[in-house]
Every structure is written in structure tokens, then in C-alpha cells.
């Protein structure tokens, strides 16, 4: 079955700091990928999604991902972490443009002051 | 202009309970979802709809039941539940179709957080 992993259920950071989140997904043949955002006791928010137009992805916020396709992976990054940032970050993947969505398990993401 | 409105955004069941958590969206979307979120696990989809009268299951349908009379509405019905069925439940929209510009982004609802004793 296809997947979506995500490495490290929680990531801590400075306020200013570099954010990485790591994701990598399950297929020889590179799925679209996105990255959504959620924060507390809402819905989820799409940040970005890579559909082959380009490999490196910009997305809201001051986010955004690379796609490496050697390295089956999607990683998400923002040069200078601010408190806003605060919240749960899912990687997600759809394998063949149709009705399923693969989400990873997720990265809470802390800021501190 | 609404988007994915979820009622209730609370509930507490007891094991055996039925209900019906309620999905409406305001966008004509034709593909519409529901996906349970468990921590650690991410989100699994639990059934899906193309449109009305069209419904499939997804990752994890066991327990659940789903009907698609309108465009407007996808209630995701629990028969008997069951304390595994503890979760935060979204419903999902999004256009039909296979077009890379935006055919798979999905508008989300806030949720409806369920427990089961």
C-alpha cells in the first residue's frame, strides 16, 4: 500500500529559528503532494502542493518544499520560524489524481519565544 | 460563502449509540469525504462520494455508513458505536476531476470531535 511518512511526531524550534519537516512518500512513480496545516480545534488549511510543474514549491505563510524525487521526498521548510507557526503539519499524497488522500501521521510543531 | 459546515462539533455516545454527524457544503463540489484523525496516525479516509447517488468506502469504513442524496450534503452515520470509534471526524470537499491546477485540494471542515464510553 502506498504511505506517507513523516519524521518526528513533534519538532521544537526558537522563535527566528530554521523549520524543517521531513516527508517522504511510498511510490516509483512521484504522486502530487501537499503539505496542510492545522491549528488548534480548526480544520485543516493546504499550504502548498506540488503537481510537476516545478520541483521547489512555494507556498502561504513563507513555507516551502522541495520535491526530490531520488529521495522520494517532500520536506517542508521556513528560513525564520515565528510564534504563528504553532500547529500540526500534514504531508499528504494522492497516488493517482483521483478520490484517495494518503496523509502522513503528522508533526507538531512548538515555537518558543 | 460557508464552505464545509460539520454539526455537532461535540458529542459524547455510549457504546451502542447511534447518530449522525452532519456534512454541508456550500462550494458544488461533487467529490465530498469523511476522514477520522487519530493522534500519531494522521487523517484515514472513511468514505467517499463522486456525487449524488455515488458512494465508495475508503481506508477504514467498518462501523460507518454513508448516503449521497444531494450535491449539498454527506452525513456519516454510526449504527452501534463503539469506543474505537473515539476520534475527531472532518468532512472534506473538492471539485471532481483529474486536473493538476487543483482537482485534489480539499476544503475542510472545523471537525466534530466524538467520544465513545
Known amino acids: 500500500a502506498q504511505s506517507v511518512t513523516q519524521l518526528g511526531s513533534h519538532v521544537s524550534v526558537s522563535e527566528g529559528a530554521l523549520v524543517l519537516l521531513r516527508c517522504n512518500y511510498s511510490?516509483?512513480?512521484?504522486?502530487?503532494l501537499f503539505w496542510y496545516v492545522q491549528y488548534p480545534n480548526q480544520g485543516l488549511q493546504l499550504l502548498l502542493k506540488?503537481?510537476?510543474?516545478?520541483?521547489l514549491v512555494k507556498g502561504i505563510n513563507g513555507f516551502e518544499a522541495e520535491f526530490k524525487k531520488s529521495e522520494t521526498s517532500f520536506h517542508l521548510t521556513k528560513p525564520s520560524a515565528h510564534m504563528s507557526d504553532a500547529a500540526e503539519y500534514f504531508c499528504?499524497?494522492?497516488?493517482?489524481?483521483?478520490?484517495?488522500?494518503?496523509f502522513g501521521g503528522g508533526t507538531r510543531l512548538m515555537v518558543k519565544p | 460563502n460557508a464552505g464545509v459546515t460539520q454539526t455537532p462539533k461535540f458529542q459524547v455516545l455510549k457504546t451502542g449509540q447511534s447518530m449522525t454527524l452532519q456534512c454541508a457544503q456550500d462550494?458544488?463540489?461533487?467529490?465530498m469525504s469523511w476522514y477520522r484523525q487519530d493522534p500519531g496516525m494522521g487523517l484515514r479516509l472513511i468514505h467517499y462520494?463522486?456525487?449524488?447517488?455515488?458512494?465508495d468506502q475508503g481506508e477504514v469504513p467498518n462501523g460507518y455508513n454513508v448516503s449521497r442524496s444531494t450535491t449539498e450534503d454527506f452525513p456519516l452515520r454510526l449504527l452501534s458505536a463503539a469506543p474505537s470509534q473515539t476520534s475527531v471526524y472532518f468532512c472534506?470537499?473538492?471539485?471532481?476531476?483529474?486536473?493538476?491546477?487543483?482537482?485534489?485540494?480539499?476544503?475542510f471542515g472545523a471537525g466534530s470531535r466524538l467520544t465513545v464510553l
Open positions: 472534506a470537499s473538492r471539485v471532481k476531476g483529474g486536473s493538476v491546477t487543483g482537482a485534489n485540494v480539499l476544503t
Open positions: 511510490s516509483s512513480v512521484p504522486p502530487y
Open positions: 506540488y503537481t510537476s510543474a516545478a520541483t
Open positions: 499528504a499524497a494522492s497516488y493517482n489524481a483521483g478520490n484517495m488522500l494518503t
Open positions: 462550494m458544488n463540489h461533487e467529490y
Open positions: 462520494s463522486v456525487g449524488a447517488g455515488i458512494t
